[in-house]
Structure formats: C-alpha cells, structure tokens
C-alpha cells in the first residue's frame, strides 16, 4: 500500500498552460516536502510545507498543505518546457525516514 | 559548499555479484538516508544512518546493507546481486530536526546483467 498517492501520474500540455498536481493520504504528517527530478539526477528539493492550511509560492509555482496535514497540492501557472521532469511529494512523520509518493510525470511542449 | 557527492555514477554488474556504493554528505550533515529508484516503485526507503547508527530501516532483503563511517560518509552493499536489483541508488544527506528536509546525490545507476 502506497502511503503517498500522487495523481496524475502522467501529464502532457502545452506551455502556457495551467496544471496541478495532487498528493493524497490517510496519514498526517508533520510536514511535507516537494521535489523536482530530471532525468539521470537527484531529486531536488523545492519547498517544504508545515503548517496545516499553509500556503507557499515559489515564482509560478503554489504549494498547498491541507488543513488537516494529510494532502497537498503543486500549481503551475503558465507551464514553460523548463518544468519538464518528475514531481515527488515526500511526507514526514516523527522519527521515520521521509516517505515519498510515485510521483507525476510532466512534460511541457512548446 | 559541497553538495551530496556519490560514487560512482555507472556500474554494470552480473547476476551473483557483489557491490559497494559510496555516499559524501553535505558537510555538517549528520543523517544519511539511501534510496532505490525504480520506474516501476518509484522511490523505495533502503536505510537511514546517523551518528554511524542505523536508524530506520525500510523493507529490503538482508542483501542490502550499510554503514556510516565517523565522518559521514555513508557506503551501501549489495550482494548476490539479481536483475532485479538495476535501479538508480540515491543518498540523501539532511540536518538533524524535525523537518528532515532531504539534499540528494546525482545517484549511481546500476544495472545488474
């Protein structure tokens, strides 16, 4: 059982386009984190949410923790091709390892 | 400064044998956590280190191990390799706290034949 789901799990549009991407549990956790991977690197770290109901924008980028700390949410506005890659949502909770969801698979075409 | 440095980049392996993975965290961070990359699981918890301790524990075989020297760096074994076992192996290196915020390594890819 996947402790993180993220949907969708592919997505395709073109730039300019606005998309969100979602990661959903049961679980609460203590904080949530989000990541963007492109092929053959490392994920790398984009913002961190802790507060239930925090809002945090990075640029075009929105990220959203839900009130009761088990969801959250990745905007975009205006998609460019540079955001292109994997997006991962990795949940935090007290003395375990973080836990990350599948991921979603965005592809921005120009 | 330096980020999370892992060694080496590429590895081909044939089926039975062994293989030993390198990790140099961030300078000053203490936790070392190892993950595998599959298209297939996505990104599975192998272990975290810390304080040459191993903390945490994901749901692996006994074929996988680790260890943390008293500098930080962190190695990962593999023995008895089988094909199942090609994936991309990430470090993360991270601060203490409460957040665990995960600063990750480019990854060995290794591809078992």
């Known amino acids: 059982t996947q402790l993180l789901e993220q949907s969708p799990q592919f997505l395709s549009i073109q730039e300019g386009e606005n998309l969100t991407v979602y990661c959903n549990s049961s679980s609460v956790f203590s904080s949530l984190q989000w990541y963007r991977q492109e092929p053959g690197e490392g994920p790398v770290l984009l913002v961190t949410v802790v507060t239930g109901g925090e809002v945090k924008k990075l640029k075009r980028l929105t990220f959203q923790f839900g009130d009761a700390r088990k969801d959250s949410s990745l905007h975009i506005t205006a998609a460019q091709p540079g955001d292109t890659g994997l997006y991962l949502c990795a949940g935090n909770q007290a003395g375990t390892a973080l836990i990350f969801g599948k991921g979603t698979t965005l592809s921005v075409s120009s | 400064k330096a980020g999370v440095t892992q060694t080496p980049r590429y590895l081909i392996k044939t089926r039975g044998q062994q293989v030993t993975l390198s990790c140099s965290p961030i300078?000053?961070?203490?936790?070392v956590s190892w993950y595998q990359q599959t298209p297939g699981q996505g990104l599975q918890f192998l272990f975290e280190?810390?304080?040459?301790?191993?903390?945490n524990k994901g749901n692996f075989p006994g074929r996988f191990s680790g260890r943390q020297f008293s500098n930080s760096r962190s190695e990962m074994n593999v023995s008895t390799l089988e094909l199942g076992d090609s994936a991309l192996y990430l470090c993360?290196?991270?601060?203490?706290?409460?957040?665990?915020?995960?600063?990750f390594g480019q990854g060995t890819r290794l591809t078992v034949v």
């Open positions: 280190y810390f304080s040459e301790t191993q903390r």
């Open positions: 993360a290196s991270s601060l203490v706290g409460a957040l665990t915020e995960a600063f």
């Open positions: 300078s000053g961070h203490r936790s």
